[in-house]
């Protein structure tokens, strides 16, 4: 007979159980919201140049 090792089963752990794990995940989550944040700016940006450029070269006609 093969002895079977005292070893336990694997325990599930979440990725926040582990308090490293769970500060690389907040600081992940922040860095994707800053970029979002930036990304939702240059959008915003991009829109109101194109508006002020399209009415700037549209004649007012009266």
């Not at 970029?35 to 007012?60: D, E, G, Q, W």
């Amino acid at each position: 007979m093969n002895p079977k090792p005292d070893i336990a089963p694997p325990v599930a752990v979440s990725a926040e159980d582990v308090p490293a794990e769970k500060e690389r995940l907040r600081r992940r989550r922040s860095r994707s919201i800053a970029l979002a944040v930036i990304l939702a700016s240059l959008v915003i940006l991009f829109y109101v140049i194109t508006i002020l450029k399209l009415s700037a070269a549209t004649p007012l006609v009266t």
